[in-house]
């Protein structure tokens, strides 16, 4: 079945380290991908999505790109801030029927100190 | 404009008690969605409701669960009896159509005892 694989955190950085946040998804047809973020004390944000193969989804500086040759959306971020500080999910949409679900990943906590 | 809302935020029951989660989605979102994540590990889709129909059920982990949505508008989410392994965070969702984002709710953490 579909599923999504990303890295275990909890990944630490010091504030402007370049960030990486490996995510792998198995899937049947064509998925689209996103990046949720979850901020201490809120509910899950779509941070970014793909639809397609090589699309690139981009937002507050992270971008994450489809790569259906290597089944992956690595998110990535040049410079990251303190208030990045987050737990943030991969996911895959799957269609069924013409509905809806979406499929998580773990999630990684990432924190970042000054 | 008003976006999910869930209550409680929080709740601690014994095993074998009842609770009820309730779920607000966002006005004129046809679809919600209930998602929950248990001990840390990934966000598992429970159900899909479209207005008050049930499209997708395949999530409902067993029976102990019962999920209700009456006029298409709010949702709860029953737990009957509660079991140690239902701990965790349970995450509601509304979109306006199956195409469009899902937007998150700020989850019951549910702690059973």
């Known amino acids: 079945g579909n599923s999504v694989t990303q890295m275990e955190g909890p990944v630490t950085l010091s504030e402007e380290a370049f960030l990486t946040i490996n995510c792998t998804y198995t899937a049947t047809g064509y998925p689209s991908l996103f990046w949720y973020v979850q901020y201490p004390g809120e509910g899950l944000q779509l941070l970014l999505k793909?639809?397609?193969?090589?699309d690139k989804g981009s937002n507050k500086g992270f971008e994450a790109t489809y790569r259906k040759e290597t089944t992956s959306f690595h998110l990535e971020k040049g410079s990251v801030q303190v208030s990045d500080s987050a737990v943030y999910f991969c996911?895959?949409?799957?269609?069924?029927?013409?509905?809806?679900?979406?499929?998580f990943g773990a999630g990684t906590r990432l924190a970042v100190h000054p | 404009e008003a976006g999910v809302t869930q209550f409680p935020s929080h709740s601690v029951i014994e095993k074998g008690q009842t609770v009820t989660l309730r779920c607000d989605p966002i006005?004129?979102?046809?679809?919600l969605y209930w998602y929950r994540r248990v001990m840390g590990k990934e966000i598992k889709f429970l159900l899909h409701f479209v207005k008050e129909s049930k499209q997708d059920e395949s999530g409902m982990p067993n029976n102990r669960f019962l999920a209700e949505r009456t006029g298409g508008t709010y949702s709860t989410l029953k737990v009957q009896p509660a079991e140690l392994e239902d701990s965790g965070v349970y995450f509601c969702?509304?979109?306006?159509?199956?195409?469009?984002?899902?937007?998150f709710g700020p989850g019951t953490r549910l702690t059973v005892l």
């Open positions: 793909a639809t397609k193969a090589d």
């Open positions: 969702a509304s979109s306006q159509d199956w195409l469009n984002e899902q937007f």
């Open positions: 996911a895959l949409s799957s269609y069924s029927g013409g509905y809806n679900k979406l499929i």
């Open positions: 006005s004129g979102h046809d679809n």
